[in-house]
């Protein structure tokens, strides 16, 4: 495999949980949970992008690397480029994988599946999901689906990722906002306009998709909880408690 570098994007403000990077989680910071899941999956070097000086800190307090990133960048894959760049200006790494930095259950393995696909050269941007087992969440619009044609064991290549009602025979798939990019195919998204499609569902991966891009999708046992409000945060602590 190339060489690799994950990079967690980290963003202070946010409306429903102010200070999210920031909020403790037995005795640490949200992101160096985070980043310390990043680590063992033992790709590369795992550093934090972000426009605080006060995650800097905490991140470099807890032995982490972590870089200053501007503050205006209006997705995680524009902080995630500018960071790249900065790390590595003579482009030696090769893949970049994208983890988000509100996913502190995030299974080191499950980060270390999503270069899989990334063998195939054909693949532009690997990505992950897991199987729809709640109904709920086959009519929730906060839950993003992505459907695709069967590849591989456990491997699809997707073909939408919506906000809309999953219908139909499934299976269905839960997408995990997690990315693994080939170098030249974050510099070739990052250039793009955003499309019809990803501003009508506020989906920035269907940006991809609409300009020919291939993404493939590995299957993982479970869904990470994504910590975006107070009873997220609640939930957090009891899972990572034991």
């Known amino acids: 495999m190339p060489d690799a570098i994950i990079l967690i994007p980290a963003r202070l403000a946010s409306t429903r949980l102010p200070g999210k990077p920031l909020a403790d989680l037995h005795g640490a910071p ?14 590369g070097e795992a550093v934090v992008a972000t426009d605080s000086e006060a995650v800097a800190a905490a991140v470099e307090k ?44 995030i299974e080191s393995a499950d980060i270390r599946a999503a270069l899989k696909p990334l063998a195939d050269a ?36 997707a073909k939408n990722f919506t906000r809309k009602n999953a219908t139909g025979v499934g299976p269905h798939y839960h997408h995990i906002g997690l990315y693994a990019y080939r170098r030249a195919a974050l510099e070739r998204f990052v250039e793009l306009p955003p499309s019809v499609n990803e501003q009508r569902e506020k989906l920035e991966q269907l940006r991809a998709l609409d300009a ?31």
């Open 212 to 242: 020919g891009m291939r993404i493939d999708v590995m299957v993982v046992k479970g869904v990470p909880l994504g910590v975006d409000t107070p009873e997220d945060l609640e939930k957090a602590r009891r899972l990572l408690g034991g």
């Open 122 to 157: 054909q693949v532009d941007i690997a990505t992950l999901a897991a199987v729809i087992t709640d109904p709920a969440e086959l009519t929730n619009s906060n839950v993003v689906k992505v459907s695709g044609s069967q590849v591989a064991l456990r491997r699809l290549e």
């Open 30 to 43: 949200m992101i160096v949970h985070v980043l310390r899941r990043a680590q063992t999956a033992g790709i």
């Open 62 to 105: 807890a032995g982490g690397r972590a870089v200053m990133t501007r503050s205006d960048h209006v997705s995680g894959s524009d902080r995630v480029y500018e960071a790249l760049e900065a790390l590595d200006p003579e482009h030696n790494m090769e893949i970049v994988v994208n983890v988000q930095g509100d996913l502190p259950t």
